[in-house]
T-cell receptor
């Protein structure tokens, strides 16, 4: 079955370190998204991509970057982790105009 | 730009009772509307969606929602809830005119009690 997987599922890191969260989907979806989930804020969009070599900033993109070198993967990088980036991160993908998103199971990141 | 308001952060309800989770949206253009459910320690799953046509939309697990354009609402309802419906529910919106990014509300925690 097609799926979307995130790794690692849990990570603890220190302030200032670079962190990369992986996202891999096997649906061949063009659209991929990264959201962060925080209590009281719901899900907020960090970055998104509509295809290979295409990346766009979402509403909370500061301190994050993404790259899209193939259809299947959209890694999220925190260049210099900050305590404010402690959160649960969700990757999602979608195929086309209906906008239905399929979500991974999340990556819980703690920045000490 | 679009925005979504879920006024109720928590909704407690007894098993077999009906429930309504409220969602209001704001947009200057036509929209698609979605409800997602998140069970503990899992990602989000689509419950139902409104794209066009009938304003009453039926989804999985006995849930339904009604799109009301004049009131800019998309409330989620279930006539009789079960313990297994305990989860967080998110309303989401996107414009119909291109782009696939969804804007989510802050979520409503539904707690079903015996």
């Amino acid at each position: 079955d097609a799926e979307i997987t995130q790794s690692p599922r849990h990570k603890i890191t220190e302030t200032g370190r670079q962190v990369t969260l992986a996202c891999h989907q096997t649906w061949n979806h063009n659209n991929m998204f990264w959201y962060r989930q925080d209590l009281g804020h719901g899900l907020r969009l960090i970055h998104y991509s509509y295809g290979v070599q295409d990346t766009n900033k979402g509403e909370v993109s500061d301190g994050y970057s993404v790259s899209r070198s193939n259809t299947e993967d959209l890694p999220l990088t925190l260049e210099s982790a900050a305590s404010s980036q402690t959160s649960v991160y969700f990757c999602a993908s979608s195929l086309g105009a209906t906008g239905e998103l399929f979500f991974g199971e999340g990556s819980r990141l703690t920045v000490l | 730009a679009q925005s979504v308001t879920q006024l109720d952060s928590q909704v407690p309800v007894f098993e077999e009772a009906p429930v309504e989770l409220r969602c209001n949206y704001s947009s200057s253009v036509s929209v698609y509307l979605f409800w997602y459910v998140q069970y503990p320690n899992q990602g989000l799953q689509l419950l139902l969606k409104y794209l066009s046509g009938s304003t009453l939309v039926k989804g999985i697990n006995g849930f339904e929602a009604e799109f009301n354009k004049s009131q800019t609402s998309f409330h989620l309802r279930k006539p009789s809830v079960h313990i297994s419906d305990t989860a967080e529910y998110f309303c989401a919106v996107r414009s119909t005119g291109g782009g696939n990014k969804l804007t989510f509300g802050t979520g409503t925690q539904l707690k079903v009690e015996l």
